[in-house]
């Protein structure tokens, strides 16, 4: 990778996170994440390789699947995973939660979705209530997290899993080719589409911010594993045992 990104900058901050931030450019922030999303989330992907199995498996035995979304922001993509499911016809309840109570006021002023709950809990208190889920994803929060915070994630993912569930953690990757094609498509819209948001500066922090395959495979316990994915993607996965 060469000196450029070489090393993960855990200290660099994004203007998003600040509590003090402009607030109207967080909502367009907000707004503006299912572009993003969109592009470099690969969500199609997660729903029909890990959401979706687990949705008719469920519906095979006539229940309702349950799924939570972590660090959800504006909740786009839960929209979306509710969104393909009730086109397939599988019964779906999502609990989205966020530890920022700015986010879920954007989420909740959104025309509501059947099946979708916004709860500003965290995993820890969902596993002290004997909450259970078929599959627990987030999206784009691990480069957000410290190490303890990053071992409690995983360790409440764990307790939250019914049999045969599944965990997965999306992430940018850090590579020189994610940065450069981040900062090269985002630019013509800078002006236009992004302006008067933090995705520009903020998506650059981030991949800065994120871990490589290797670092992150180095940081987990036993049972996790690392998948590469479409583009600059990194998923987090566990699978629980029938």
């Known amino acids: 990778?060469?000196?450029?990104?070489?090393d993960r900058d855990a200290h660099a901050r994004e203007l998003m996170d600040d509590p003090a931030c402009d607030l109207a450019m967080l909502e367009r922030t907000y707004e503006r994440f299912g572009i993003v999303?969109?592009?470099?989330?690969?969500?199609?992907?997660?729903?029909?390789r890990w959401i979706r199995p687990r949705l008719r498996?469920?519906?095979?035995?006539?229940?309702?699947?349950?799924?939570l979304d972590v660090g959800t922001g504006g909740a786009d993509l839960p929209r979306r995973y509710a969104a393909w499911a009730r086109a397939d016809g599988l019964p779906l309840e999502i609990v989205a939660i966020d530890p920022d109570e700015r986010a879920l006021e954007f989420a909740r002023r959104r025309p509501a979705v059947p099946g979708l709950t916004l709860r500003a809990v965290s995993?820890?208190?969902?596993?002290?209530a004997g909450e259970w889920f078929d599959v627990v994803t987030s999206n784009h929060v691990l480069h957000h997290l410290d190490g303890r915070e990053f071992g409690a994630l995983l360790a409440d993912s764990e307790a939250l899993m019914t049999p045969g569930?599944?965990?997965?953690?999306?992430?940018?990757?850090?590579?020189?080719?994610?940065?450069?094609?981040?900062?090269?498509?985002?630019?013509?819209?800078?002006?236009?589409?992004?302006?008067?948001?933090f995705?520009?500066?903020?998506?650059?922090?981030?991949?800065?911010?994120?871990?490589?395959?290797?670092?992150?495979a180095a940081a987990l316990p036993?049972?996790?594993?690392?998948?590469?994915?479409?583009p600059s993607r990194l998923e987090v996965v566990?699978?629980?045992h029938e």
């Open 238 to 240: 566990w699978e629980a």
């Open 1 to 6: 990778m060469g000196a450029w990104l070489a």
């Open 165 to 197: 569930g599944v965990v997965v953690h999306g992430d940018i990757e850090r590579t020189r080719y994610g940065y450069a094609a981040f900062w090269l498509g985002t630019w013509p819209f800078q002006a236009n589409v992004f302006r008067g948001s």
């Open 57 to 67: 498996a469920r519906a095979a035995v006539g229940d309702v699947a349950r799924m």
């Open 37 to 48: 999303n969109a592009v470099v989330s690969g969500q199609r992907a997660v729903y029909v």
């Open 199 to 216: 995705i520009r500066p903020d998506g650059l922090t981030s991949i800065r911010r994120s871990h490589t395959a290797g670092e992150l």
């Open 123 to 128: 995993t820890r208190e969902l596993v002290a």
């Open 222 to 230: 036993d049972g996790w594993r690392v998948r590469r994915a479409f």
